[in-house]
């Protein structure tokens, strides 16, 4: 799927292409909510009590959320995310370093290499890695936990936006 596609129906009907159009939709979302945001807006944060929520920081959360997901817990990889115990919300925090459409086209390459990995594993594939409750779930789990984190931050990105410059879409 590219930004200029956006869509939930799916072109087959069995799990595997539900869920990946699924996930799909959410990430052409995160882009739709950003387009054409000024840099300044990008890095606005106009929730008091959110003093980290800004479009940027909530694309780069979510591209390393994915990496968290993917690559860690269901490959097994070593973390190198940018987080720290210290800060823990560093990957929100150092977004507004980088431009959005830099943030926007590293989290859609990933997004590329992440439909790969889910195309060529079985949905119930164990993960190498268990959570943080010790379970070891599968790939169907990540992906509907991804669709979840994804649309659940496109609420977010909504209201960001609508407060930035007045612009509201689905």
Request: net charge negative.
């Amino acid at each position: 799927m590219t930004s200029q596609t956006r869509t939930d129906m799916p072109g087959d009907w069995d799990e595997r292409s539900q869920l990946a159009t699924f996930l799909d939709y959410a990430r052409a979302t995160v882009r739709a909510k950003c387009e054409d945001a000024s840099a300044e807006d990008a890095r606005k944060a106009p929730l008091p009590g959110s003093p980290l929520m800004t479009l940027s920081g909530l694309i780069n959360h979510l591209r390393w959320v994915e990496y968290y997901w993917f690559q860690v817990v269901f490959l097994g990889e070593e973390d190198e995310g940018p987080w720290t115990d210290e800060d823990p919300d560093r990957e929100m925090r150092i977004a507004v370093d980088f431009p959005l459409a830099r943030l926007l086209d590293e989290y859609e390459e990933q997004s590329a290499r992440y439909r790969t990995l889910v195309a060529e594993h079985d949905l119930d594939t164990k993960a190498k890695r268990a959570g943080r409750d010790g379970t070891h779930v599968d790939l169907r789990w990540i992906v509907l936990h991804l669709v979840e984190e994804t649309a659940r931050h496109n609420g977010h990105l909504d209201i960001l936006r609508e407060l930035a410059d007045g612009r509201t879409g689905d």
